[in-house]
Structures are given as C-alpha cells and as structure tokens.
C-alpha cells in the first residue's frame, strides 16, 4: 500500500492524543487549573490535529458530514462518530478540571472507554480488509491500541504504566511482523486464484493493461523502500520501544521525558510507514506484483 | 445505506470467455468512450500525451501466460477486467458515507458520486481493482454495468446492452441475468464451466469467467526429419580453440 504521509501522520498522532484523553480520563492524572489546561490542549492539538490530516486524502473533504450516516455497517463510520463522542465527553470533563477544579469520574471514565473505542474503531478500518492479509488480523487492533496506551502514558507521565505498555508493543509489534511476512501466503490467494487459471499450470503476467501506471499500481502497490525493511524495523524498536525506556529507567525529570516521548514519536512514525510501505494488496498479483 | 440487500430479485452481470477474447482492448475503448460522455462525471485522463500518461478505466484487459506443469503448449490469456457486481460486495459496506450501494432490483453495485468523498476505502476493500478514484474528479468510478444503456428506451433495442458487450468483435463478453437458470449467460456458465475470480475473498461474484480450451499439440509427420540428423552439437576445430580461448579470457 502506497504509505500517504496524511494517513501515517494521522494514525500516529491521534492514536497518542485518544491514547492520553484515556489517562486523562481515567484521572492518572486529574490535573486542576492551567496544569489541566495544558494536558487537555496537548491531547486535543494530537487527536484533532490527527483526525484534519486525515481529511488532507480525501477526494471531497467538503462533504465530511456525510461520512457520520453508515454506523451501521462502515467502520470508519464508527470512527467518526467515535471521535466526536469521546472528543465531546473529555471536552466537558475537562472543563469541570480547568475551570471549576472538580472531576466528574464517571464522565471521565465512559470519555476513557469512548477514548480507546476510537482507536479500535481505527485500527479495524485496516483490520476489516481481507484484500490486505498482512493487516487482515487481530493483531492490528492490538497493536493500535497497546501503542496508543504507551504514548498516552508516556504523555501523562504515568511510568510504570508507560514501561508495561512499551514493553507489550515491543512484543505485539514484533509478533505482527512475524505474523505478517506469512500472511499473504497463508491467505492463499495467488495470480492463480486471482485469474481462476492456476488449475491450469503456471501464471505469468505477461503485459500489463497498459504501458503508463493508474491509479491502482500507485495506491496499492508499493515496492520501493520494502528492501529496508528489516534496517527500517530495528529502528523504530529501537526508537519506539528501547530509547524510551532506557530514558526512563535512568532518572525522571523534564529532559528524560522528552528524550522520550520525542524518539518514541518518532519510532512509531517508522512503525506506521512499515505498516503501510510493507502491506500487499492482493490487487498486485494481477500486475504480477506484491 | 451501505447494507447489503439480503437478496437481490434479479443478478445481472457478465460472461467473459477468456477462450474468444483476442485481447484487442475494444471493450476497453468503447467502455471508456460510453462512460465519458453518459452517467457519472468524466473518466478524466492526466497528460494523456505526455511522457506518463494515466487516466481512469472502468475496464482493463491483462495478459497472462500459462505454461502447463506437464510440459504442454504455453498459452497467451488476454484478460478482461471489470467490476464483479459481487453478491457480498466488501466495497460497498466499508463505505462511510452510502454512496456505495447494490442495488435491490437487479444486483448492479454503483456509487452516487454526489454522496462520495472520496476516502478510497471502497477501492481498498475491492480485491480485484475494480474501482478507481478518478484524479480530475476526486470521486470513486467503478463500472456501472452500463446501468444508462440497458434500460434506455432512447436507444435501439440491440444496443440496451453493455457497451464493451456491444462492442467486442469476438463475442467474448456476454450480458444477461443470472438468477434466471434458463438465461443465456446461465446456460453458458453451466455449459463451459464458468468459474469466480478468487472465490476465496468470499465475495460471490456475479460475474463468471470461461476457461481458456486447451491447445492441441501437432503430431510429427516430417519425413525429411530423420534426414536432417542435428549436425556437430560440440563446436570442433578452429571453432572449439575459438570457443575455449573466449571462455579463458
Ligand atoms: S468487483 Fe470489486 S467493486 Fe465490484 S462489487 Fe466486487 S468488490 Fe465491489
Ligand atoms: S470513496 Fe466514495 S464510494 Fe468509496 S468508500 Fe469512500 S465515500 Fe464511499
Ligand atoms: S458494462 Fe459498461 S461500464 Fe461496465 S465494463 Fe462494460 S462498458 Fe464498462
């Protein structure tokens, strides 16, 4: 899958900003006042910030509004109203913080769960699509939501929570990657199933559709960049994962912080492009590609 | 709504003979041709007469070959490819917005361009290609199964079908509806064995695929044959030196 900048920017940043609205909402912590102030704009610059680069792929992003009428059947669908629920809920839980110093938990908490709801909801988007074997796992959604949990308690400053956390996405990631490099292959589609001639003998594609590119090879098939995969995923571990946490373990104050939430950003930025750069769309097997 | 309808009363789609087909992209160009000018917004080109041209198709036509594992003659495919109209059709419930939608009366899969947003997920979730976002329009294109053909009343009746049915000069393309076991492209599936593409995405396509015939292999009958015995296969004299030299250099 061609990995859009809007698109990795977008699950990244807003996965951390629902990922601390949980710790927010949780009250780990229930800052009052400016301190309130400041940990609420932080998550919503990340969470709404994410969701308008989102909008930047859109053909029409004029008629967004539509976009809230299929709940029934489309998760991104879900996704929208999901935000906005969560993203309402937090807005006048956070209110009662910053302006009158009291925390209404129950609000808090259903905004937590509407919070992690929203990243699953994400997560599926990509998780729903057979025609991607490599995202087409539970896998997935984990993923999603054990990183967003580990950038949200990086952000609140909840440390040992940040720590389990880190430590899970090291294994998940891991668990995905090596899950992934056999999915296309476990899912059984070939150029043979694709072309129904595989019964037939060996398939070769022969001539493409025509000599100029389409809209098909640019979205779906990514090949370029694939050969530093395995450089690429040793330093998003690295960053994501390892950096962070031998910053924590060291001492806790400002500096270590940031060292930490800015490497951990940056490493899941890699691990999202993997993400995208390394998914085959089986639509590729009909251009003899993957 | 972007709910699939539970049964459609009938199932119109496409028999594509991939025995007949030439491989002359004539359904390509008359598909392109008819959907420029009629339903929907333009199929936009982008620098059609530059250094890379692209633009967007409703209907391709890959090449394949197949070389048979006992050691029979290769084959050269030609590969039509346009919308399934598949029964359970992933494209159309991911779509947040009900622009995708199949249709209750006759199974077509279509997208209301004034509803799309142009997300891309119905194309993402589509496994054969079937579905293009256009780049001058920002708003997904599929094939409509000529849906402004095969009702018009405007139109002579030999021409109330599918343009690329229309068009193909082999008769590899047929239409017809396929919830009538007695229909023409109901009996021509039964007959020749008409298959699905990828029947393991699970998404029941309408449209069926014929299978190539194999080739028959020629007997040898060359009586001059056995008087035109292979001549030296390894090169001797001057030749051999000429050979060994090459190979050392
Ligand atoms: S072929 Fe693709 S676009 Fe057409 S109905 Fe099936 S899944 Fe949808
Ligand atoms: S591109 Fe249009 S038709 Fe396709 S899923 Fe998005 S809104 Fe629906
Ligand atoms: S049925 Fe019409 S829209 Fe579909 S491939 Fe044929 S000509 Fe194109």
Redesign the interface.
């Known amino acids: 899958?061609h990995p859009a900048p809007s698109v990795i920017i977008f699950t990244s940043l807003s996965g951390i900003g629902f990922g601390l609205l949980f710790f927010l909402g949780l009250g780990l912590p229930a800052p009052t006042a400016w301190a309130a102030f400041v940990f609420f704009v932080i998550a919503y610059l990340l969470a709404v910030g994410g969701l308008l680069a989102s909008t930047f792929?859109?053909?029409?992003?004029e008629?967004?509004l539509?976009?809230?009428?299929?709940w029934?059947?489309?998760?991104?669908?879900r996704e929208?109203w999901l935000s906005i629920a969560a993203l309402i809920t937090m807005a006048i839980y956070g209110a009662g913080l910053v302006f009158y110093g009291v925390a209404i938990a129950p609000l808090g908490w259903i905004g937590a769960l509407l919070s992690i709801a929203t990243i699953y909801a994400t997560s599926m988007?990509y998780a729903?699509?057979?025609?991607?074997p490599r995202w087409n796992t539970p896998l997935t959604s984990l993923l999603f939501v054990v990183v967003a949990l580990a950038g949200g308690a990086l952000l609140s400053a909840n440390i040992n929570a940040a720590m389990m956390f880190l430590l899970a996405t090291g294994v998940i990631q891991v668990a995905y990657w090596i899950g992934g490099d056999q999915a296309l292959r476990k899912?059984?589609?070939t150029?043979g199933?694709?072309?129904?001639?595989g019964k037939?003998?060996?398939?070769?594609?022969?001539?493409?559709?025509?000599t100029?590119?389409?809209?098909?090879l640019r979205?779906?098939v990514h090949v370029v960049g694939r050969k530093h995969a395995a450089k690429l995923r040793i330093i998003s571990l690295i960053l994501m994962i390892g950096t962070p946490i031998l910053a924590l373990s060291l001492t806790f104050n400002h500096v270590t912080a940031s060292i930490a939430v800015i490497t951990h950003v940056a490493g899941v930025f890699v691990s999202r492009w993997l993400f995208f750069a390394q998914a085959e769309?089986?639509?590729g097997l009909?251009?003899g590609k993957r | 709504m972007t709910e699939l309808p539970a049964q459609t009363n009938r199932k119109l789609g496409l028999v594509i003979d991939l025995d007949t087909c030439v491989g002359c992209h004539a359904c390509v160009v008359s598909c392109k041709g008819w959907n420029t000018e009629n339903y929907g917004a333009p199929l936009s080109d982008q620098s059609a007469y530059g250094a890379n041209p692209s633009g967007t198709f409703l209907n391709r036509v890959h090449s394949y070959e197949i070389a048979p594992e006992t050691g029979g003659v290769a084959q050269l495919i030609h590969f039509p490819k346009s919308c399934l109209h598949c029964e359970d059709a992933p494209c159309v419930t991911v779509c947040p917005t009900g622009a995708s939608y199949k249709r209750l009366e006759d199974g077509i899969v279509l997208v209301n361009e004034s509803d799309c947003i142009g997300c891309g997920l119905c194309a993402w979730a589509c496994p054969y290609g079937a579905r293009e976002m256009d780049t001058a329009e920002g708003v997904m294109k599929k094939c409509t199964l000529c849906v402004d053909r095969i009702y018009n009343e405007n139109l002579p009746e030999e021409d109330r079908v599918p343009a690329c049915v229309r068009t193909c000069p082999a008769g590899a393309r047929h239409f017809g509806d396929f919830a009538d076991p007695d229909s023409n492209v109901s009996q021509l599936s039964a007959e020749r064995g008409g298959f699905d593409l990828m029947p393991e995405q699970c998404t029941k396509p309408v449209n069926k695929y014929l299978p190539p015939r194999p080739k028959d292999t020629m007997d040898e009958v060359d009586i001059l044959a056995p008087l035109l015995a292979p001549v030296a296969q390894e090169p001797k004299g001057f030749m051999s030196w000429l050979d060994k030299t090459l190979e050392n250099l």
């Open positions: 899958m792929h859109l053909g029409h992003p008629r967004f539509k976009a809230f009428s299929q029934r059947s489309s998760w991104l669908s929208a988007i729903q699509l057979k025609t991607v899912s059984g589609t150029l199933t694709a072309t129904g001639l037939d003998g060996e398939v070769r594609a022969f001539e493409p559709p025509h100029g590119t389409n809209y098909l979205e779906f769309h089986v639509v009909y251009y």
